[in-house]
Structure formats: structure tokens, C-alpha cells
């Protein structure tokens, strides 16, 4: 018989169970308090909002630090067209000190010189930290619900950072941005909240 789930997870849309964004913080603090690449990997997807096949798969040719975006090829994204991703002051951070010891191509360098992480790195974190019932993927469940919960950015730049296609056709066909400034300035905001250790709803605001 499956086991409910606890006051911290829930079951998402997609059948993923995620945390509550209320736990963040709290999980964030922890996370960055781990020394392993897997957790900086896992720290890195959370504060993007990006797919885990997308960070572990991470190239330095894709990751541009004096403007601080990471363009994810067309190639890795679901919907099969590039993906721009503003990076926030914190991910850049981590990015950088990555970045002064980095060992071949990969981003998030597995035990194999010049090799990824594998496709269980992000999940064996989550149980060593023994988060029962989360999944990674879980996480943009997350970053959703508090983005469309604690905040006022229109709809469009919240899925547009989760690189959702457009349903609607004929918007689809008028729509040729991405969205790329409001959605750094979500990210940021997003950062903020994931940085921040107190109780209570955080809300943040598009300017």
C-alpha cells in the first residue's frame, strides 16, 4: 500500500510529487551546505527551473558568465527549440566557482574525467539528505506554485521560464520573444525567496 504523503510534499498535475515551496528555504540552506558536485547540480535545477536531463547535461560552451545566461540547445529541450535561461546573482555564483576548477566540457563533472553525473546523481542527493516522497523534477512544481502563489508575474513569463510550449496556436504564431528580461527578473526574485530562511509567504512582485 502506497504511503501518504507528509505535510512536506504533494502530488503535482504531472504526478510528480514536490515539495512545498514553503520548505525551500529551509531544504536550500541544507543543499548548499553539501560539498558534492550532485548537490551543487541539484541546487543549480532548483534555482533555474530547468529539467534534470537539461543541467546534467551542461556544456561551458553553453553558459555565457560575463551576461550571465545559459542557452540550452535545442537539442536537450523538450519542445525541441533553444531555451535561454537568465541566470540569478546566486546561480551565477555557484556557475563561477564551478567554473575555477572545472575539469573538460561538463558542467557537473561525473567520476569519469570529461563525463556527466548520472541520470541518479540529483535523486541519490535527495536521499542522502533523506527527503522522502520529493522527486527532482518535483522542483518546478515547486518554483510554479510559489510563482503563481507569492507573486504577481503574468502567467506567460512563469511558463515561458519553464520552457512550456505555447498550447494555442494562433498566440503561439504572434508570440516571437521569450520573454528574457521579465524572466530575469523573476529568477532573481525566485533566488531571493529560496535564499531566504524565515516562516511565512514571501511575496515578490514584477516591476
Not at 16 to 24: I, K, N, R, T, V
Not at 33 to 39: D, G, K, L, M, V
Not at 91 to 112: T, Y
Amino acid at each position: 500500500m502506497d504511503q501518504p504523503l507528509t505535510k512536506h510534499q504533494r502530488l503535482t498535475r504531472g504526478h510528480h510529487a514536490a515539495m512545498e515551496y514553503a520548505d525551500l528555504p529551509a531544504f536550500m540552506m541544507d543543499l548548499k551546505n553539501r560539498q558534492a558536485t550532485a548537490a551543487r547540480a541539484l541546487e543549480f535545477a532548483i534555482l533555474t527551473a530547468a529539467r534534470s536531463g537539461e543541467v546534467l547535461d551542461a556544456r561551458w560552451d553553453e553558459i555565457d558568465l560575463n551576461r550571465a545566461v545559459w542557452c540550452v540547445p535545442a537539442a536537450r529541450m523538450k519542445a525541441g527549440r533553444e531555451h535561454r535561461v537568465p541566470l540569478s546573482k546566486e546561480a551565477l555564483e555557484l556557475i563561477k566557482a564551478l567554473h575555477e576548477v572545472r575539469q573538460g566540457e561538463a558542467v557537473f563533472s561525473g567520476q569519469k574525467a570529461g563525463k556527466p553525473l548520472s541520470v541518479m546523481a540529483l535523486a541519490m542527493v535527495l536521499r542522502r539528505m533523506k527527503i522522502a516522497g520529493v522527486t527532482v523534477h518535483g522542483f518546478r512544481s515547486s518554483f510554479r506554485d510559489w510563482a503563481a502563489e507569492c507573486t504577481n508575474f503574468a502567467n506567460e513569463v512563469c511558463e515561458a521560464a519553464l520552457a512550456h510550449v505555447i498550447e494555442n496556436k494562433a498566440e503561439a504564431a504572434y508570440r516571437r520573444g521569450d520573454l528574457f528580461e521579465k524572466r530575469r527578473k523573476l529568477m532573481e526574485a525566485w533566488a531571493t525567496y529560496c535564499a531566504t530562511p524565515t516562516v511565512g509567504q514571501i511575496v515578490a512582485f514584477a516591476r
